[in-house]
């Protein structure tokens, strides 16, 4: 018995497992509806054609991936394909209405291969997309050594060179492996030379002051920008106020300082910071009833040191402002008898607003 049992099983035809089929991985990515119809024909278009590879479709967890450079989708498919093993990754695009890109990268080769094609959504043909993307897969591999390309490649690979009008002993040119390497970064846009502001501003003594000195007013500002972060300009505000430091002394008081300004932006996320100094003239009209003299007008140089943060569109942004102005001399009302101080400007003064931002030109 136990012969008849060894004598069977050596007699059994063995069974070998060999190597799994090639593996090719289609990206997936977003689009109007027509084209991800396309995406979706143009797959089961490539399982049927490549019916001896695994064709895996699947998503790409990048934002907005068909309209970034080819570099950048480079950098986001090649860890897919590295993870999945694959040889080759695939993908579609439609950068303009009516023009269809075919992407291929074949792993192991360092070639990537793209190729354009003009097409309305009438004529469209995914059974033509996919001969075509089997036609860069062949020529992905059409130099490498044939120990190192599967079976199944290999017969894309005769199939490709079969189609090609070369003569059998005559090499393709080059050109028809060379990479195409990524395209250069796309320069930034120029930069809006001039930002126009206007704001809302409350401005309150901090520093030596006497009697009423919160006041309310606005600004204007224009700065002219030498790039994309450097820029000078003007500041032009007027703040004024009405107190009553005594019960007796009604103050009144208005400024207007005039000051050129220096800044540079720096980004951080969606907000824009503008660090700004600036020097030069301010103007001060006070006048009170009860005091000698009865109205002063002060001119004395003012200097700020200060910053604004924008957040919004390129084009319009909302605006805060927080700076410091500090005064070279003071304007200052008295009362008789015995030189008694009604108000005094303050030396130092801190100014904060809300406004609204405009670049251009």
């Known amino acids: ?114 190729r354009t094609l003009e097409f309305d959504r009438k004529s469209r043909n995914e059974s033509a997309l996919a001969l075509m993307m089997r036609e860069l897969l062949g020529t992905a591999f059409l130099y490498e050594a044939p120990a ?38 796309a320069r930034p846009p120029d930069p809006k030379r001039l930002r126009l502001m206007a704001f809302g501003l409350v401005d309150s003594g901090v520093i030596d002051h006497l009697g009423g000195a919160t006041r309310y007013g606005g600004a204007l500002s224009a700065l002219f920008k030498l790039n994309h972060r450097l820029g000078f300009g003007i500041d032009v505000s007027a703040t004024g106020h009405r107190a009553v430091p005594l019960e ?54 003012a200097g700020l040191l200060g910053v604004d943060v924008s957040a919004g569109t390129q084009a319009f942004s909302i605006v805060f402002r927080l700076q410091a102005l500090a005064r070279l001399g003071r304007a200052q009302l008295v009362e008789l008898p015995g030189d008694h101080v009604v108000w005094r400007q303050p030396a130092l003064s801190l100014h904060a607003g809300i406004g609204l931002a405009w670049e251009g030109l």
């Open 1 to 114: 018995m136990t012969a008849l049992l060894l004598t069977l099983v050596l007699a059994a035809p063995r069974v070998s497992i060999g190597p799994p089929p090639p593996l090719i991985v289609m990206i997936r990515t977003d689009g109007p509806p027509a084209f991800v119809k396309t995406q979706a024909r143009l797959h089961e278009e490539l399982t049927l054609l490549l019916d001896s590879f695994i064709v895996l479709n699947t998503p790409i967890a990048v934002p907005d991936f068909p309209r970034k450079p080819l570099a950048d989708q480079l950098a986001a498919v090649l860890p897919v394909a590295k993870a999945n093993d694959a040889a080759a990754v695939v993908w579609l695009s439609e950068p303009l209405p009516g023009q269809l890109m075919l992407h291929l990268v074949a792993q192991g080769t360092g070639r990537t291969l793209v």
């Open 148 to 185: 190192n390309v599967p079976p199944q490649l290999r017969a894309v690979v005769k199939q490709t060179r079969a189609t090609m009008s070369y003569a059998p002993d005559v090499a393709p040119l080059a050109i028809a492996d060379t990479p195409i390497a990524p395209p250069a970064p």
């Open 248 to 301: 007796s002394a009604a103050v009144s008081s208005v400024s207007l300082p005039v000051l050129a300004v220096g800044t540079r932006s720096y980004t951080l996320g969606d907000f824009a910071f503008w660090p700004r100094v600036g020097l030069g003239p301010e103007l001060t009209w006070t006048s009170s009833r009860q005091s000698v003299p009865g109205q002063i007008t002060t001119l004395t140089g």
